[in-house]
């Protein structure tokens, strides 16, 4: 999947893909007035949902599949817990009705009709069993299926046909497999250090195996190339041939002493990188004068070999001694619209952090502070103190008092005005419609000064 042009330009996953198209199909058969029964290979995770599909627990949630019945096969003469009651669970418990779906043999209908009692006495949501003659042609014993499946109709009891067998299928070793634990117990996959090496580790479960493990392989994708890099007893590998950003899918099968196969393990996706991506802050890089509470855009570009996925900024109002969030993880769109504070100050900055897709990251400052000034109408009564930049006009409105402290400093900005307004629509301009107290003193003069944008 994920190979042809139109999907990849949907920047999509596998499985994203594969829930769109379920959806698209239930909800035309809604239109209908039908229902949808479809296979569970695809998403089922015991079957080929993780070797082919990627399917995860969460493109199994609420809302994101269309609730089609899913038919769970399996064809073993003996119960399977991982094909059989490991499916039906994992799909019961998302919200998803299932179907038993055996064939040929007699042990193999009476198995699933188990395995389908049982689920149902605590989910409840396996709809029955079907009789799948998927060969053309049957042996004798191969058509025995067929009626055991009948006297499933009308009872969960061991049928009478079984008792005709020349073998007793419940003494047969019971192919139980063995499964991995999910992530991060079961199976680890990650650089080491600076080199490009992936170490793999994983650890078998066979606590449910009548059998102990006698061997494991481990299976590595490339695009659409798919190795065994190894066959081993040994619970982790070094994986040296793998080459800087590319990406690389693991998975793990396990193998016991009667030759019984697990299912696949959980996938684990590696990019090997040694190199960290580069940020450059392209606005506001200094010099800037900003009317405060005003909308203003920040910029930056990046450079990576694997891509940088997110952007974090920052703000800071004291030359960076201290910093304040403006947004976590933001996309990569070179751009971000900001609502700056209500705030002024001479002495501000921003910073960017980006990371890529295996999480290094680095970061970029303004290099020269610019300014968050104050601007606009004062509809209430105010007080200054301290350093006080105006970026633009001013307009103490009538019936309010704007008071100025002793020893307060109002810096305008040279040759500008931000509101565009005033009597001079080029330079700050201080409009008192209301009241000014100013309450300088010898010792704490108030001054008026400019400052260079």
């Given at each position: 999947?994920?190979?042809?042009?139109?999907?990849?330009?949907?920047?999509?996953?596998?499985?994203?893909?594969?829930?769109?198209?379920?959806?698209?199909?239930?909800?035309?058969?809604?239109?209908?007035?039908?229902?949808?029964?479809?296979?569970?290979?695809?998403?089922?995770?015991?079957?080929?949902?993780?070797?082919?599909?990627?399917?995860?627990?969460?493109?199994?949630?609420?809302?994101?599949?269309?609730?089609?019945?899913?038919?769970v096969w399996y064809y073993g003469?003996?119960?399977?817990?991982?094909?059989?009651?490991?499916?039906?669970a994992y799909l019961g418990s998302?919200?998803?009705?299932?179907?038993?779906?055996?064939?040929?043999?007699?042990?193999?209908?009476?198995?699933?009709?188990?395995?389908?009692?049982?689920?149902?006495?605590?989910?409840?949501?396996?709809?029955?069993?079907?009789?799948t003659p998927w060969a053309p042609?049957?042996?004798?014993?191969?058509?025995?299926?067929?009626?055991?499946?009948?006297?499933?109709?009308?009872?969960?009891?061991?049928?009478?046909?079984?008792?005709?067998?020349?073998?007793?299928?419940?003494?047969?070793?019971?192919?139980?497999?063995?499964?991995?634990?999910?992530?991060?117990?079961?199976?680890?996959?990650?650089?080491?250090?600076?080199?490009?090496?992936?170490?793999?580790?994983?650890?078998?479960?066979?606590?449910?195996?009548?059998?102990?493990?006698?061997?494991?392989?481990?299976?590595?994708?490339?695009?659409?190339?798919?190795?065994?890099?190894?066959?081993?007893?040994?619970?982790?590998?070094?994986?040296?041939?793998?080459?800087?950003?590319?990406?690389?899918?693991?998975?793990?099968?396990?193998?016991?002493?009667?030759?019984?196969?697990?299912?696949?393990?959980?996938?684990?996706?590696?990019?090997?990188?040694?190199?960290?991506?580069?940020?450059?802050?392209?606005?506001?890089?200094?010099?800037?004068?900003?009317?405060?509470?005003?909308?203003?855009?920040?910029?930056?570009?990046?450079?990576?070999?694997?891509?940088?996925?997110?952007?974090?900024?920052?703000?800071?109002?004291?030359?960076?001694?201290?910093?304040?969030?403006?947004?976590?993880?933001?996309?990569?769109?070179?751009?971000?619209?900001?609502?700056?504070?209500?705030?002024?100050?001479?002495?501000?900055?921003?910073?960017?952090?980006?990371?890529?897709?295996?999480?290094?990251?680095?970061?970029?400052?303004?290099?020269?502070?610019?300014?968050?000034?104050?601007?606009?109408?004062?509809?209430?009564?105010?007080?200054?103190?301290?350093?006080?930049?105006?970026?633009?006009?001013?307009?103490?409105?009538?019936?309010?008092?704007?008071?100025?402290?002793?020893?307060?400093?109002?810096?305008?900005?040279?040759?500008?005005?931000?509101?565009?307004?005033?009597?001079?629509?080029?330079?700050?301009?201080?409009?008192?419609?209301?009241?000014?107290?100013?309450?300088?003193?010898?010792?704490?003069?108030?001054?008026?000064?400019?400052?260079?944008?």
């Amino acid at each position: 999947m994920n190979s042809d042009s139109r999907c990849i330009k949907r920047h999509l996953s596998d499985a994203q893909l594969l829930a769109g198209e379920i959806d698209s199909v239930y909800d035309y058969a809604g239109s209908l007035g039908k229902g949808v029964d479809m296979w569970a290979d695809m998403l089922n995770p015991y079957h080929n949902g993780l070797r082919y599909y990627n399917t995860d627990s969460t493109l199994l949630a609420a809302d994101v599949i269309e609730p089609a019945t899913q038919y769970v096969w399996y064809y073993g003469r003996t119960r399977d817990f991982v094909h059989q009651d490991s499916s039906l669970a994992y799909l019961g418990s998302r919200g998803l009705n299932t179907v038993g779906a055996g064939a040929y043999y007699p042990e193999c209908c009476f198995n699933w009709a188990q395995a389908i009692k049982d689920e149902n006495s605590t989910l409840g949501k396996c709809l029955g069993f079907v009789y799948t003659p998927w060969a053309p042609t049957f042996d004798d014993e191969r058509w025995l299926g067929l009626p055991t499946a009948g006297e499933f109709n009308w009872s969960w009891d061991r049928p009478s046909l079984l008792d005709s067998l020349p073998y007793d299928p419940f003494t047969l070793h019971q192919n139980l497999g063995d499964i991995f634990s999910p992530i991060p117990g079961g199976f680890l996959a990650y650089p080491v250090g600076d080199s490009l090496a992936v170490e793999l580790n994983w650890q078998g479960v066979s606590a449910s195996d009548l059998d102990p493990v006698e061997s494991y392989s481990l299976y590595r994708r490339k695009g659409d190339e798919v190795l065994c890099l190894t066959s081993t007893n040994q619970t982790h590998f070094t994986d040296a041939a793998v080459e800087e950003g590319e990406e690389y899918t693991y998975w793990v099968t396990s193998k016991d002493t009667l030759g019984n196969l697990s299912p696949y393990s959980q996938m684990i996706t590696v990019i090997p990188d040694t190199t960290s991506p580069r940020v450059f802050l392209l606005s506001p890089n200094g010099g800037e004068n900003w009317a405060r509470g005003s909308q203003v855009t920040i910029t930056w570009r990046t450079e990576d070999n694997v891509g940088v996925t997110s952007i974090d900024l920052e703000y800071s109002l004291d030359n960076g001694e201290q910093w304040y969030p403006i947004v976590q993880g933001t996309e990569n769109d070179s751009a971000y619209t900001w609502q700056l504070p209500d705030t002024f100050s001479t002495s501000c900055k921003v910073r960017i952090k980006g990371k890529d897709r295996v999480g290094k990251s680095s970061f970029d400052v303004s290099d020269s502070s610019f300014t968050i000034s104050f601007c606009g109408h004062i509809a209430r009564n105010t007080t200054w103190s301290d350093l006080v930049p105006i970026g633009g006009d001013l307009w103490v409105e009538s019936g309010k008092t704007l008071t100025i402290q002793p020893g307060a400093q109002l810096v305008f900005a040279a040759h500008t005005d931000v509101e565009v307004a005033g009597v001079d629509t080029t330079r700050c301009e201080l409009i008192v419609e209301g009241s000014l107290s100013v309450q300088g003193t010898k010792s704490q003069p108030v001054s008026f000064s400019s400052f260079s944008s």
